[in-house]
């Protein structure tokens, strides 16, 4: 009682008083949805949507989502997904693509206070390459702070230019982010190769550089390319991180992993 009394004349004479607070943790899900087509072959959002609801993220980064493909039955995959999972959700078009639109999406628990999309460089007129993006999301959790969250899915070619030119770029859009920044997403690449030294010379990884788990393909995983990574360093700390084993919703096996702010 003496407490509540002594608060409440701080707060009647103008003086702040400030109560200690957890720091909050964000749950991220990178999943590489491969346009909605499950490992049988057939189209089954439900059970993308089970893997999702199951993990119970804060954030999905999303790579290979089709916006209204003939492939995809005339769907928007994210929106669909969205409703599913009852979170946000926002497409970014990297490219028109059979009928429709190709790209990068993102569900959030919590509404976007401004999104963008970030075109990455690419080779026009190289045999099977496509244009490739980076969708952002700046939000608010639920405890009040603020986040930016990115999801990109980077060129999947043998050769790495495009790739490493791809990182570099993203390095270069995001390195005066205003807010604690997350990156997730299918970077087609592994640990120790150019494409990933180039992001973690500025991006700090969650997977474990001694033992990295794999994530692809979603049968027998032979090696990592999906991610998590955070900026700066000071401001995360990661908790928990894992592969969901193969749910056959997708080639890829979806990466959790849960993040603390550091206030």
């Known amino acids: 009682m003496k407490n509540i009394f002594y608060i409440l004349t701080l707060l009647a004479f103008g003086i702040s008083t400030t109560i200690a607070q957890e720091n909050p943790q964000v749950k991220i899900l990178s999943f590489n949805i491969l346009h909605g087509k499950t490992i049988k072959g057939n189209f089954d959002l439900d059970l993308i949507a089970k893997v999702i609801i199951d993990t119970d993220p804060d954030f999905v980064a999303l790579q290979e989502v089709d916006y209204k493909t003939n492939r995809a039955r005339g769907y928007d995959l ?148 999906d991610y998590v990574m955070y900026y700066p360093a000071n401001k995360w700390r990661v908790i928990d991180k894992k592969v969901i084993p193969d749910t056959g919703a997708s080639d890829h096996c979806a990466y959790l992993v849960t993040l603390e702010l550091l206030r």
């Open 78 to 225: 994210v929106t669909e997904l969205g409703q599913r999972t009852k979170m946000a959700p926002l497409f970014a078009r990297a490219m028109p693509h059979d009928g429709g639109e190709y790209g990068e999406g993102i569900l959030s628990k919590w509404s976007f206070t401004s999104t963008r999309n970030v075109a990455l460089p690419y080779t026009p007129n190289t045999p099977d390459n496509e244009p490739r993006a980076a969708a952002e999301v700046v939000a608010s959790i639920g405890s009040g702070d603020t986040i930016s969250f990115i999801g990109s899915h980077l060129d999947h070619l043998k050769g790495d230019h495009d790739r490493v030119a791809q990182a570099q770029a993203i390095n270069d859009a995001f390195k005066d982010n205003k807010y604690p920044s997350i990156l997730a997403g299918d970077l087609n690449d592994v640990p120790g190769s150019e494409t990933i030294n180039k992001l973690e010379e500025m991006w700090t990884s969650s997977y474990d550089k001694e033992n990295p788990a794999f994530t692809f393909p979603c049968d027998n995983p032979i090696k990592k390319i």
